[in-house]
């Protein structure tokens, strides 16, 4: 019998919370917005580092300006093309299929960077993991000799916003 209420109250707390969390107001950012709403019934006043509102904020991404262009940059996803280690031709092999890509694919951002030990050529700014498997397959199509090593990445992509946009 007391496992039946513990139950039952733990069903209806769960039920309060997520009526609470369902109430967040879209416009909210993070957790001390929420707090500093005057519906929440208490005065908050909170002292934090720029940087820490930035990491615990819900936005999407931060907004950075490159002169007139300016780019979001978010969580996403890229192709991986090509990963190695050879400090003899690595960096010559990820700067030629490179060029192979950006010939066959205009449209397609490409990244060459080094991580130590590593040189990797990584393919485009997907939002989603189906657009970037639906490029993984035009990719692999254009180049069957490469599509062994082809895979797609969670990565840090950028996404062309329009001038004048700032939030």
Do not use: C
């Amino acid at each position: 019998m007391r496992k039946s209420h513990v139950i039952l109250a733990l069903l209806v707390i769960g039920a309060a919370g997520a009526t609470a969390q369902a109430q967040v107001a879209v416009s909210d950012t993070s957790i001390v917005q929420y707090l500093e709403r005057p519906e929440t019934g208490g005065k908050v006043k909170v002292v934090q580092p720029a940087e820490l509102a930035k990491r615990v904020s819900r936005a999407e991404g931060v907004v950075k300006y490159d002169g007139n262009k300016g780019y979001a940059q978010s969580s996403g996803f890229r192709i991986q093309v090509f990963s190695d280690n050879d400090y003899r031709t690595a960096k010559n092999n990820a700067l030629y299929k490179e060029g192979l890509i950006r010939q066959a694919f205009p449209e397609l951002d490409t990244y060459v960077t080094f991580t130590s030990p590593f040189w990797r050529l990584r393919v485009g700014d997907f939002r989603s993991y189906e657009e970037a498997g639906n490029a993984l397959r035009e990719l692999k199509r254009e180049f069957p000799q490469m599509a062994r090593e082809m895979r797609i990445v969670r990565d840090k992509i950028q996404i062309q916003i329009h001038q004048g946009f700032t939030e």
